[in-house]
């Protein structure tokens, strides 16, 4: 193995930074695949996706597991590392793409691929969060990506004693992603602990109603680590980093006692979840544009009308009169200085549609792109031929109320059938929509679907906690509607009657 590593410091314990092989499984190095080792035939593989608010100690927590899964003992007084973390400044999260590390033992004949997401919650803001559910997405698609997992790891410190809001909102943006199907593999991992019961997390825990899989003694599954067996040691408190050590392998035996006892979950519904959430943004976003454009279209129409009626005398002379009116009209603007996972939009050449604005990154055709089904936009409801996928976007679309009324039923159909395969269908990122979409069924007269949308919102009042997300006056103001990144130009022209 010594060719494998690289000496960081010498200890005690001495520090290795394992030699992996690296790939990247997008173009632009957002979603990373690290191997150590060397695969052989027959090997049994354990997949876990950890997840955390930044600073919860998640890359310790790899590099132990790591360390357990090569075998190493207290004794040999060694520490590998498998991260390498970015030395970014300290209020951002030092991870900044998924990761997912590989690691094959030939001596267990067996491997274990942990998928490192960034931390949620850093200051760089929403935006960073909502690039996370895009590259997961991509992970799991991508052909040599994740298709199962074996559990999902919320990693929490074990002094809390109550939820706080950005974590309340990583774990609103981690389980809306997933389908129900996956609630019996989440499990807790509890760092910075004592080794004593970590009664305040697991009421926390309870208190918010995160979906996780519980034991016989209806306890959230969990698991305890202390996050210091790569610090440098001193004979002094020998004993304090062997019992951190010891606590430690004790509890992730047990972490793969629990492994065996339940089934890999196929990531089919997880995928289906995060697609439909992609078409019901795709419908809301261009909704609201449509809505924007014929608010702009009726005022145009109002300037007209008082402009009538105030040259009334001239047009009963059939006198040519001149006013000015303001006229919304459309155009193409560049979004090369967009994100870059906002740069491409899917837009149809026909109709003059953004149909996929924000997170069109995925798809390398508009054939491919996620708001196609069966050959047809189910935004615009033209074929795939008559869009294309460039580096430019429509401010401005023109609207007739019988096509807002089939967008609204799209939205509609849409966030019914979340409700239906979400793991947390109450989500704010569900939630914030029925806020926008409830007015708009009532303006097209269907008084069922609109009951049925706010008997949703109850339950979700009801059943969920108050995200930070949704909260008004909370200072995380991301639960709000996204705000419409395009908009209507308005020039002034002369007409002549």
Same mark, same amino acid.
């Given at each position: 193995?010594?060719?494998?590593?690289?000496?960081?410091?010498?200890?005690?314990?001495?520090?290795?930074?394992?030699?992996?092989?690296?790939?990247?499984?997008?173009?632009?190095?957002?979603?990373?695949?690290?191997?150590?080792?060397?695969?052989?035939?027959?090997?049994?593989?354990?997949?876990?996706?950890?997840?955390?608010?930044?600073?919860?100690?998640?890359?310790?927590?790899?590099?132990?597991?790591?360390?357990?899964?090569?075998?190493?003992?207290?004794?040999?007084?060694?520490?590998?590392?498998?991260?390498?973390?970015?030395?970014?400044?300290?209020?951002?999260?030092?991870?900044?793409?998924?990761?997912?590390?590989?690691?094959?033992?030939?001596?267990?004949?067996?491997?274990?691929?942990?998928?490192?997401?960034?931390?949620?919650?850093?200051?760089?803001?929403?935006?960073?969060?909502?690039?996370?559910?895009?590259?997961?997405?991509?992970?799991?698609?991508?052909?040599?990506?994740?298709?199962?997992?074996?559990?999902?790891?919320? +990693?929490?410190?074990?002094?809390? $004693? %109550?939820? =706080? @809001?950005? &974590?309340?909102?990583?774990? #609103?943006? *981690?389980?809306?992603?997933?389908?129900?199907?996956?609630?019996?593999?989440?499990?807790?991992?509890?760092?910075?602990?004592?080794?004593?019961?970590?009664?305040?997390?697991?009421?926390?825990?309870?208190?918010?109603?995160?979906?996780?899989?519980?034991?016989?003694?209806?306890?959230? +599954?969990?698991?305890?680590?202390? $996050? %210091?067996? =790569? @610090?440098? &040691?001193?004979?002094?408190? #020998?004993? *304090?980093?062997?019992?951190?050590?010891?606590?430690?392998?004790?509890?992730?035996?047990?972490?793969?006692?629990?492994?065996?006892?339940?089934?890999?979950?196929?990531?089919?519904?997880?995928?289906?979840?995060?697609?439909?959430?992609?078409?019901?943004?795709?419908?809301?976003?261009?909704?609201?544009?449509?809505?924007?454009?014929?608010?702009?279209?009726?005022?145009?129409?109002?300037?007209?009308?008082?402009?009538?009626?105030?040259?009334?005398?001239?047009?009963?002379?059939?006198?040519?009169?001149?006013?000015?009116?303001?006229?919304?009209?459309?155009?193409?603007?560049?979004?090369?200085?967009?994100?870059?996972?906002?740069?491409?939009?899917?837009?149809?050449?026909?109709?003059?549609?953004?149909?996929?604005?924000?997170?069109?990154?995925?798809?390398?055709?508009?054939?491919?792109?996620?708001?196609?089904?069966?050959?047809?936009?189910?935004?615009?409801?033209?074929?795939?031929?008559?869009?294309?996928?460039?580096?430019?976007?429509?401010?401005?679309?023109?609207?007739?109320?019988?096509?807002?009324?089939?967008?609204?039923?799209?939205?509609?159909?849409?966030?019914?059938?979340?409700?239906?395969?979400?793991?947390?269908?109450?989500?704010?990122?569900?939630?914030?929509?029925?806020?926008?979409?409830?007015?708009?069924?009532?303006?097209?007269?269907?008084?069922?679907?609109?009951?049925?949308?706010?008997?949703?919102?109850?339950?979700?009042?009801?059943?969920?906690?108050?995200?930070?997300?949704?909260?008004?006056?909370?200072?995380?103001?991301?639960?709000?509607?996204?705000?419409?990144?395009?908009?209507?130009?308005?020039?002034?022209?002369?007409?002549?009657?």
């Amino acid at each position: 193995m010594n060719s494998q590593l690289d000496e960081l410091h010498s200890g005690p314990p001495a520090l290795y930074r394992l030699y992996t092989t690296r790939s990247n499984l997008d173009k632009h190095g957002k979603i990373r695949k690290w191997t150590f080792g060397q695969k052989c035939a027959n090997m049994q593989n354990k997949i876990i996706l950890m997840v955390g608010e930044t600073g919860t100690g998640k890359t310790t927590l790899i590099n132990t597991m790591a360390n357990y899964f090569l075998g190493v003992k207290f004794e040999d007084q060694v520490w590998f590392e498998i991260t390498e973390e970015d030395r970014r400044d300290q209020t951002e999260s030092q991870t900044s793409e998924i990761t997912a590390y590989e690691i094959f033992s030939e001596r267990k004949l067996a491997s274990l691929t942990i998928i490192d997401t960034p931390g949620y919650g850093d200051t760089r803001g929403i935006d960073k969060d909502m690039e996370i559910a895009q590259n997961l997405h991509e992970l799991f698609l991508h052909e040599t990506g994740v298709k199962s997992l074996d559990a999902v790891c919320l +990693v929490l410190k074990a002094s809390q $004693n %109550r939820i =706080s @809001e950005f &974590q309340r909102y990583i774990f #609103e943006a *981690v389980l809306s992603l997933f389908g129900k199907d996956i609630e019996d593999i989440i499990v807790l991992f509890i760092t910075h602990s004592d080794g004593g019961p970590p009664t305040n997390v697991l009421e926390a825990i309870k208190k918010e109603k995160i979906p996780c899989c519980h034991d016989e003694e209806n306890e959230p +599954v969990h698991f305890l680590f202390n $996050n %210091r067996q =790569s @610090e440098k &040691q001193t004979k002094k408190y #020998e004993y *304090v980093y062997r019992s951190s050590w010891e606590m430690a392998t004790d509890n992730i035996k047990e972490f793969f006692r629990f492994l065996k006892s339940r089934q890999r979950k196929s990531l089919n519904m997880t995928v289906s979840v995060l697609e439909e959430r992609m078409q019901l943004k795709a419908c809301v976003e261009n909704l609201k544009e449509r809505i924007k454009y014929s608010e702009a279209k009726r005022t145009e129409l109002t300037y007209v009308q008082q402009a009538l009626k105030q040259n009334k005398e001239k047009i009963e002379k059939d006198k040519k009169f001149m006013f000015t009116v303001k006229i919304a009209y459309k155009e193409k603007v560049d979004t090369s200085g967009a994100s870059w996972q906002d740069r491409k939009v899917t837009s149809c050449k026909e109709c003059e549609e953004n149909c996929h604005e924000f997170g069109c990154w995925l798809a390398g055709s508009p054939r491919l792109c996620k708001v196609m089904k069966e050959s047809h936009c189910i935004v615009c409801h033209c074929h795939y031929s008559t869009h294309v996928r460039e580096h430019k976007k429509y401010v401005t679309n023109t609207t007739a109320e019988e096509m807002k009324r089939s967008l609204v039923n799209d939205a509609y159909v849409a966030i019914v059938k979340l409700s239906e395969i979400a793991l947390k269908p109450d989500s704010a990122f569900t939630v914030q929509y029925l806020d926008f979409l409830i007015p708009r069924v009532e303006e097209v007269g269907t008084a069922g679907w609109a009951q049925k949308l706010k008997d949703m919102q109850k339950a979700a009042d009801k059943e969920s906690t108050k995200s930070a997300v949704g909260n008004k006056g909370s200072k995380l103001s991301v639960g709000k509607c996204p705000s419409c990144h395009g908009g209507g130009t308005l020039k002034g022209t002369s007409q002549y009657l």
